[in-house]
């Protein structure tokens, strides 16, 4: 189903032609307004008026994380701060967060998307969604809510956690389509068992899953657990939010990119150069709509392959499989993106505390769980019980102050976490997604 059936089946010429018109467009806009944008222009050599063809984008300059923490919290923007009406963040490499911003206007073309998004995954104007996403600085709720009142569906803004009222409010309100991260349905479905609740009796048809990596295994997991049809949905803040891609549920294979507003590469994370449709590497976005936060050939860290054959459903925007890792080593831990240096940047403020750690991810039922292992010194070790437990609950503390999430810290003997001889190995990821 299309929500805006014009755009989404443009003919691949006239897709083009509207990119470049755009691109032109979003380079001279940035090329005056961010003085960011225009020292790396004038860097790489190119003028925005040079740009002449669709091919000309890879003559731009990358744009990366860093970029954005150099610039915090606002640098970036493209517009002054009596035009932005949305702030949203998500997490940097170190204490900072990553920070973005929205005009009225992107406010406007993000439920759009996400409308489209809903569309794309079977959802209409008669549709209860039942969004169990976080709202808050994280993307994820208050996109898929405007998507879904743009769309005209009733959402029920329920955000996460307090899982059993969750199943009742499903039960009673007769949700049908849920959005959620992957593993926190699966979550769902067993709270749902210890209640008695069975699935096949309730009203849900098609989830919306994302904001962290998943597989086919739990696709049919969570299809035969909750008895639906389980789309996935990607994007990140930086380009928008939730709504950058979707699979369509007549094909389920590969997530159509909205090409009219987001122009994807995928180049080779080691030398930047952008390889060939077909190709696994890392995913790289240009937006060209974005009016507050626009990015230039932005490094999302996602692998991925991007493949243009056309899709039964009609459309004819570029396909990328689900992503399947990152070049980078952000872990995504219930749904919350962690960098191992985050949680470096918090042991490395507290005394007696040593610089060997080890994170150890896993999951345990369909929950994530992280423990931190982590030296402390001489004096500290022989110390009483008592005061190394409380400097074990003050590492937890900060951790879920910081970054948000429930951590297992473990006081280890000072030299007993391995030492490499290159690279040290920092986490140990266990999880079988
Ligand atoms: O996670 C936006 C979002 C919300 C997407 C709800 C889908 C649903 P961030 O918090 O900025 O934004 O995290 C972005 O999450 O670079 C990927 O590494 C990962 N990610 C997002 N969607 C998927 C997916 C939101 N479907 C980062 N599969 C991205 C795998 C995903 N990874």
Redesign the pocket.
Known sequence: MFFDEEFETLPREALEALQLKRLVAMAKRVYATVPFYKKKFDEAGIKPSKIKSLKDLRRLPFTNKIDLRDNYPFGLFAVPMEQVVRIHA??GTTGKP?VVGYTRRDINTWAELMARSLAAAGAHKNDIIHNA?GYGL???GL??HYGAEKLGASVIPISGGNSKRQIVIMQDFGSTVL?C?PSYALFLAETADEMGVDFKKLKLKVG???????SERMRDDIERKLNIQAI???????VM????SIECLEAKRG?HIFEDHFIPEIIDPKNGEVLPYGQKGELVFTTVTKEAFPLIRYR???ISVLYPEPCKCGRTHVRME??SG?SDD?L?IR?V?VFPSQIESVLMNIEGVEPHYLLIVDRQGTLDTLEVHVEVNEKVFSDEVKNLQSLGRRIEKEIKDLLGVNAGVKLVEPKTIQRSEGKAQRVIDKRKI
């Open positions: 998500s997490s990553t996403y994280f993307t994820g996109g898929v959005t991260t919306i899953f994302g904001a962290e990596p998943w996935d949905i990607y994007g990140l803040s930086e939010g939730p709504g950058v997530l999302t860290r996602d689900r992503v990152r952000m995504i749904g993106n």
